[in-house]
């Protein structure tokens, strides 16, 4: 094929195949370049200029996050985000999202997006250590949705499984919004000796570009521009734009990456990951952080398919491949590392003054533009913005249950996708490999230590999207805070925050609107609890035939904890124990499980989130548990406080004993600021002492699986075996 | 005591059982890279769990044709002691070292759960401490752990008290709920469970340091 001239390609408007728009191409002609692109040229520019590499619509809103704080060595614009955790050693971490081809291909876009968000972390010379993922789908009623699930746990598992990292945490919810348009996120964390930190750079003039890795074939071409569309009936099958992913490629690179930085640092002067845009979008970040200038010859690509064009080359995302700069000096050195792992290690380039970036192929000049005209000429827009009629119009509805039966309601409640147990799918993933999980899935976040320390880290991947959906402000704000709720219920403190903000078409004015207002929440509570947003991912144009899924921000937190000892999960521990309610309970009915079950839909404004009294609430139990007065500790959420007894009691098949002045429908009200704590009877004047205000006496924990209920309305006696059940069946029964 | 910790492309659990000789029973311990010829100087072989090659063909078909491996099989023939923990039970399986194979999971699906397993056999180099029967918790990690034999085989593996683990419940559909055996001589163990990551309570349970220390306690006595 030949490929079209650039006067063919401005005739034909081929450039808008590609995403760019009329003016972002006049952009390019006549600022930038002073001439007309190359077919080689216009495709460098559409992928680096599409929302998914620069962040052209989402910028503005994202300068909104905070991402300082004592700990933060490395924020935003790196591969992956670094905290300080003292001792010479910092946490690495970074969520990303792979919504978009795991629609199209399930089981490769799940796994090529776990190897994705690997791969950022080890090229910051951090090791991973633990895998986290949010995944949201349509209701599981139809084959095609159970399909889609199954090959996206089973994508996860093979990756994560084979590479050898557990995956100690996160959630899977289910929407009618996400059926056509499903959404998977995913988390990886690694520990970093502060020494071995390496930046994605790539500089001083005659260093050298080496490629290592699996061969550039041609999948995933456009990959990033693809995922800056919205699907619809007829564009809804571009699997070429997928990738395919091998794990043990990876395990062998991850190896040799994290090897090469701990024992040889002064080898390498800069790595990165080739993600998204593969090549070019590697190399021209690597070169624009440093404003230096690169060459590349293609002919040295290591190709797993024949005839490929500069085009398909540069722009394939081909998984496993990495970007090293390296002194010419340690070139032999470098090279042979990488060959006794087994992996292709090549010289395709090298570092030049003169700041163009500048590709070679088949011995012609084929791309000769600025480096940085690809990674910061990119227009930023400063979308329109409108609140949509649904907000005003449903803002005073206040929606109360009305409990025929409190048993009924309690036990279908449990069976609820959205709530019940969802070891089915995690149980599929390995959690324990490497033998330093200490809390596995199930429990508020999953806590992993460091070895040779006494300190661990808790993780956790919260949404939810129904919240933001209703008020996207109080939404975001509430997402954070479930988040740090469960960090802190596992004994930690947090420290700071990844996120995938999944969302519809920008351009749509209600969709800008509800990212505007949704970061503004996420930012307002990170800066209340001081955890920094230190990376992160946009995902938007989550559309299917112009429907837009709920806004959709995702939280991965994380948070540190001083001493093993303090590790705190929610279940109940023994007989005797006394359980406490921290927080007042209020008719938080809108946007609940209990309204989606009672009503089949959500609707209805938010009652505002006191952050100071969260906040409180929070350093409450975090001085419990340093004091060493908690027994058991859940976040209150989706379900409220009958789901989160039920929870706790299911582990150790306990049951309980409560009484409380809230009304039978208040035990599912979904008030934030929360938490349900158990005591030891000896601890009981301690815990009350220090806890001191808007704590209730609930009751205390049984030796017989019984659920004993007194509420304002009524008592019931509620069997805790049936609940189980319930909700430990309701997935598989679902599947089938 | 020095122990192998025998290391293909692939192997992931290679760390966990370093750590669990070094730190669990604070004895010397070595990686051995699947390129090297030469066992010598070792008391014992470890070969780790993970996927080796990516178990891409079949569950250890491929690293049985590493260089290490002739050496691992002298190893086992002279009567020292190997011991195969999941993808290192199907590479021992794969070299006939032991009897059976291991195939999909009946469910087909990959699982991870702490489980309850019965010491069949405490007359082992591998099991001396534990008691007769003694139920222990163990986590398993594999999509590729159903043990399968013949009816003979099995006739065989009773009479010879080579069955030393079972399920209580079997989760994979494995014949006669088999988690373990070992060969007639007694040197060799393939297991699917992974004691290396049940030595100490923080991690949910500690009952598999009884079987590394089982390992010592025979060694010492036989010197």
């Known amino acids: ?736 | 005591m020095k122990f192998a910790v025998v290391n293909f492309p692939g192997s992931n659990c290679d760390m966990d059982l370093y750590y669990a000789i070094k730190d669990g029973i604070k004895e010397e311990v070595e990686l051995v890279d699947y390129r090297k010829t030469s066992l010598a100087g070792f008391d014992g072989v470890l070969i780790p769990g993970g996927f080796s090659y990516g178990d891409y063909l079949r569950s250890g078909a491929i690293a049985v044709h590493a260089p290490i491996i002739s050496e691992i099989v002298r190893f086992a023939n002279e009567g020292k002691f190997v011991l195969g923990i999941c993808n290192g039970f199907q590479i021992l399986t794969e070299l006939h070292l032991l009897p059976g194979a291991l195939i999909q999971n009946e469910k087909s699906r990959f699982i991870c759960e702490t489980v309850t397993l019965q010491v069949m056999n405490n007359q082992t180099i591998f099991t001396n401490r534990y008691t007769e029967n003694e139920k222990i918790r163990i986590p398993v990690a594999h999509g590729e752990g159903r043990y399968y034999c013949d009816e003979q085989t099995l006739e065989e593996l009773k009479a010879n008290d080579q069955i030393v683990f079972r399920y209580d419940e079997n989760i994979n559909g494995s014949v006669d709920q088999i988690a373990g055996v070992m060969n007639r001589q007694g040197n060799v163990l393939g297991m699917m469970p992974h004691p290396e990551r049940a030595l100490e309570d923080i991690v949910g349970s500690s009952d598999g340091l009884k079987l590394f220390q089982s390992i010592i306690n025979q060694v010492r006595v036989n010197n």
Request: with cysteine; hydrophobic share 35%.
């Open chain 1, 1 to 736: 094929m030949t490929e079209p001239t650039a006067k063919q390609i401005q005739d034909s408007k081929l450039y808008q195949q590609w995403g760019l728009s009329d003016s972002e191409y006049k952009l390019i002609c006549e600022k930038i370049l002073h001439r007309l692109p190359n077919y080689t040229e216009t495709g460098l520019y559409s992928v680096m200029w599409s929302e998914h590499c620069s962040y052209k619509n989402s910028k503005k809103v994202l300068r909104k996050m905070p991402n300082k704080s004592d700990r933060v060595l490395a924020g935003p614009g790196e591969d992956a985000g670094i905290l300080d955790i003292g001792d010479g050693q910092a946490v690495v971490f970074k969520a990303e999202s792979h919504n978009h081809p795991s629609a199209v291909e399930p089981y490769q876009g799940a796994a090529t997006g776990v190897g994705g968000i690997i791969r950022d972390i080890f090229s910051m010379g951090a090791q991973p250590f633990a895998l986290l993922n949010s995944l949201k789908f349509g209701p599981l009623k139809d084959g095609q949705t159970k399909h889609l699930v199954n090959e996206v746990v089973a994508g996860i598992g093979g990756y994560g499984n084979c590479i050898g990292l557990p995956t100690v945490g996160g959630e899977i919810s289910f929407e009618n919004c996400y059926e056509n348009n499903p959404l998977v996120n995913a988390m990886c964390v690694g520990l970093l000796n502060k020494t071995d930190f390496k930046h994605g750079t790539a500089s001083g003039k005659g260093n050298l570009i080496v490629y290592v890795g699996a061969k550039t074939g041609r999948d995933g071409i456009h990959g990033a521009t693809f995922a800056s569309d919205e699907f619809t009936d007829t564009k809804n099958k571009q699997r070429s734009a997928v990738q395919v992913g091998n794990p043990f490629i990876e395990k062998l690179l991850m190896d040799a990456c994290v090897e090469i930085i701990e024992k040889h640092p002064n080898w390498i002067l800069g790595i990165q990951d080739m993600g998204a845009a593969g090549l070019v979008s590697s190399t021209a970040e690597m070169a624009s952080k440093a404003d230096s200038g690169l060459i590349l010859n293609l002919d040295n690509v290591p190709q797993r398919e024949t005839e490929m064009s500069a085009y398909e080359m540069m722009l394939s995302e081909s998984q496993e491949r990495m970007v090293l700069c390296v002194k010419p000096q340690f070139k032999d050195n470098v090279l042979a590392f990488f060959k006794n792992f087994e992996l292709d290690a090549v010289v395709i380039g090298q570092v030049t003054g003169d700041k163009q970036y500048k590709i070679y192929h088949r011995d012609e000049l084929v791309t000769d533009i600025p480096v940085r005209s690809l990674t910061e000429d990119v227009p930023e827009y400063d979308r329109p913005e409108v609140e949509p009629k649904r907000i005003a119009q449903d803002r005073d509805y206040h929606f109360v249950p009305k409990i025929d039966s409190l048993i009924d309601t309690w036990q279908a409640l449990l069976k609820q996708p959205n709530i019940a147990s969802k070891k089915h799918f995690y149980q599929t993933y390995d959690s324990q490999v490497k033998a330093d999980t200490l809390v596995q899935p199930g429990s508020d976040a999953g806590v992993t230590r460091i070895r040779g320390t006494k300190k661990a880290i808790a993780m956790t991947n919260d949404s939810n999207s129904k919240y933001v959906y209703l008020d996207p402000y109080v939404g975001g704000q509430i997402t954070v805070m479930e988040a740090a709720r469960n960090i802190v219920a596992s004994g930690a403190e947090p420290i700071g925050v990844t996120d995938c903000l999944n969302y519809g078409n920008p351009e749509n004015p209600e969709v800008f609107w509800e990212l505007d207002k949704s970061v503004e929440g996420i930012a307002s509570a990170c800066e209340k609890i001081n955890t920094p947003v230190i990376s992160g991912n946009v995902s938007l144009y989550n559309e299917y035939n112009d429907e837009a899924i709920y806004p959709s921000p995702m939280i991965g937190m994380v948070g540190l904890i001083d001493d093993v000892k303090k590790v705190t999960t929610i279940a109940f521990k023994e007989a005797g124990d006394l359980i406490y309610l921290l927080g007042n309970t209020f008719n938080d009915f809108n946007g609940s499980e209990i309204q989606l079950q009672q009503t089949g839909s959500i609707k209805g404004g938010l009652r505002p989130l006191d952050l100071n009294e969260e906040r409180l609430h929070q350093d409450l139990i975090r001085q419990a548990i340093n004091q060493g007065l908690v027994a058991s500790c859940h976040d209150l959420s989706e379900g409220g406080l009958a789901v989160a007894l039920s929870e706790s009691a299911f582990d150790k098949q306990l049951g309980f004993e409560i009484e409380t002045d809230l009304t039978s429908a208040q035990m599912f009200s979904e008030t934030q600021s929360r938490f349900l704590v158990t005591v030891k009877p000896e601890d009981k004047t301690n815990f009350e002492n220090l806890v001191l205000r808007d704590f209730q006496y609930l009751g205390q924990v049984t030796e017989d699986s019984t659920f004993k209920v007194t509420t304002k309305d009524e008592t019931v006696s509620i069997n805790g075996k049936e609940a189980s059940n319930n909700w430990k069946e309701a997935i598989a029964c679902l599947m089938k």
